[in-house]
């Protein structure tokens, strides 16, 4: 099946008691145990499992290509589960430019249990040299925020594996539709539901896919229903409803933001544009051929003081001044301000999540705010 109808129909199921064609939202904590003791729903106790959730993993794991997803109350809480999941003293090789909350996180909570050493993934013969003897897991995040750099997936988990490290990667920019990293080689792939899964920016949530039924992925199991950071049924069931529309609204996006990152471009008032699907982007080509498209996600920088890029946010009508991405509107964002005083953002930055609106009303908003 292709990606539009395991969307719409991986995550759904009619519900047999009352023919309701949506899936009912299931809120009950705890499931009738039969006379024998056994729980003949398969449920018993909505920490280890809930029927919502179990939709939801079972579409996330047929988007990307996996045998088993776990499903998490944010994209935080998915990736603490794999740093949790190794064994205190591992060492983790990550992208300088990691998602802020996953590095914040790492470096504090983790601080006395693991190492983790960060650099540019897109050199690969860095990534070889950084590796130690306890080196467990490379984190990759494709493309990355917020110059949207691109990490070649394959060629990192050919060195990985060559030396038996785990490859998780975060998937959130891309999503399924437009990038599978297991079929690249990943062994695991994270995303913020909260995102472009969700894709309304009204449900917070965290998703990990397994290619292997190992015994890594039982452990992630075990710190998903023992520390319980699980979602809520209702949360399970925005995020499917999202998910339904996932391929046709990525379409919408990229294509989107494909016209602004072009209209951008030409513009005298703007310095560089980053996108990977321009065919300047430095990494143009790994995208090409790991990617089936580029995405909503672009930045660029201004010719221009901190303030001045500031006032072109200001100006802006159509698109809103708010972190996060991923959703039907379009948000832009200074980075630089967003990150604190020790970012190596440029001041001159601004960062959009290019929504769904008609692309001529965005470029005319775009055009008197550069004015
Ligand atoms: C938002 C985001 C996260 C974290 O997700 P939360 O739901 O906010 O915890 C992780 N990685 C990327 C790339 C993100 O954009």
Redesign the pocket.
């Known amino acids: 099946m292709k990606i539009e109808t395991i969307a719409i129909h991986a995550g759904n199921h009619t519900d047999p008691s009352t023919r309701a064609v949506v899936q009912p939202i299931t809120l009950s904590t705890t499931f009738e145990r039969g006379e024998d003791g056994e729980f003949p729903g398969g449920f018993s106790y909505t920490r280890a499992a809930n029927p919502n959730r179990k939709s939801l993993e079972n579409v996330m794991a047929q988007l990307e290509g996996g045998v088993d997803a776990c499903a998490f109350s ?6 603490a589960a794999v740093f949790q999941s190794l064994k205190p003293g591992s060492h983790i090789v990550a992208p300088d430019d990691m ?1 802020h ?2 590095k914040n996180l790492i470096n504090s909570v983790y601080k006395d249990i693991l190492t983790a050493d960060y650099l540019d993934l897109s050199d690969l013969k860095a990534v070889e040299s950084a590796i130690k003897p306890d080196t467990k897991l490379i984190w990759i ?1 494709t493309p ?2 917020p110059l949207l750099k691109v990490t070649d997936i394959a060629g990192i988990c050919k060195i990985a594996h060559e030396r038996g490290i785990i490859v998780c990667c ?1 998937n ?2 891309a999503t399924p539709v437009f990038q599978q990293p297991l079929t690249l080689g990943a062994d695991l792939v ?1 995303h ?4 472009y899964l969700g894709g309304h920016s009204d449900v ?3 998703v990990l896919i397994t290619k292997n039924n190992d015994g890594f992925w039982e452990r992630i199991r075990s710190v998903q229903t023992l520390s319980g950071a699980v979602p809520a049924p209702f949360d399970c069931y925005m995020a499917v409803r999202g998910i339904k529309t996932l391929p046709y609204r990525m379409r919408g996006h990229s294509a989107n933001a494909g016209k602004i990152a072009r209209y951008l471009e030409s513009h005298p008032r703007v310095e560089a544009v980053f996108y990977p699907g321009l065919e300047n982007h430095p990494l143009h080509h790994i995208a090409k051929t790991q990617m089936s498209d580029f995405g909503g996600m672009l930045s660029f920088t201004i010719r221009g003081s901190s303030d001045e890029t500031r006032e072109i946010s200001n100006k802006l009508k159509l698109f809103t001044r708010a972190t ?3 959703g039907v509107e379009s948000l832009i964002e200074h980075r630089a301000s967003v990150e604190g005083p020790d970012t190596k953002t440029p001041k001159n930055l601004l960062r959009i999540s290019v929504g769904l609106e008609y692309i001529d009303d965005l470029i005319a908003d775009l055009e008197q705010a550069l004015k």
Request: negative net charge; hydrophobic residues 30%.
């Open positions: 944010s994209g935080n809480a998915a990736g998602y909350g996953l995040e990355s925020n975060d959130t920019f994270m913020a539901t909260t995102k917070l949530g965290g996060s991405l991923g």
